[in-house]
């Protein structure tokens, strides 16, 4: 399975750029023993949240420029999700299988897998399946319910009693200020 990873940083917090780094490096090298196929990021600051992911281990992730760069703002990052992956359905080598899945205002890091996602693509035909990875039918889901019943909490309780299987998530909103 994979690992999941992340932490949230208040206002008052004193952690700089070397904190930040050395915080994440900790935590994707407990992570790594989860999932070595991929690994992936979403940094939320007070303007938008910056998405990276690589077909690459840990170890390997925290070393680029790319990933360097959408740390290097520690004064305004709010929150980090992260992921390292262990392939399951959906292969690393397409980037838009890994995580986070950015699908449907949802960006979410995933740890285990949905054995009944095919099954739920077909019951709702009005989703459009773009990727092979299980993750995405619960961005999907979620979204459905929350245009449907207009509550946010609703949305994510009945889309847990759909999905099959094992689970865990880390789900960061883009038109609410919530990390699930």
């Not at 989703?127 to 979204?143: A, I, P, W």
Request: charged share 30%; hydrophobic share 35%; glycine share 4%.
């Amino acid at each position: 399975m994979c690992g999941i990873l992340g932490f949230v940083k208040t206002e008052d917090s004193d952690i700089d750029k070397v904190g930040v780094e050395k915080i994440l490096k900790h935590l994707y090298s407990f992570s790594e023993s989860r999932g070595h196929d991929s690994s992936g990021i979403a940094v939320v600051n007070d303007k938008k949240i910056l998405v990276h992911k690589r077909a690459i281990p840990a170890w390997k992730f925290i070393k680029t420029k790319s990933y360097k760069k959408v740390i290097s703002k520690e004064k305004e990052i709010q929150a980090i999700i992260a992921h390292a992956r262990m392939e399951t359905n959906g292969s690393f080598a397409e980037n838009r299988n890994n995580q986070p899945v950015v699908k449907d205002g949802l960006i979410t890091v995933h740890n285990g897998i949905i054995v009944n996602d095919e099954e739920l693509w077909k019951k709702y035909p009005t989703l459009k399946r773009e990727y092979e990875v299980d993750t995405e039918v619960f961005n999907s889901l979620v979204t459905l319910y929350t245009q449907e019943e207009n509550d946010l909490l609703s949305s994510i309780k009945d889309t847990l009693e759909l999905i099959k299987g094992s689970y865990s998530f880390a789900t960061l909103f883009e038109k609410f200020n919530y990390l699930l």
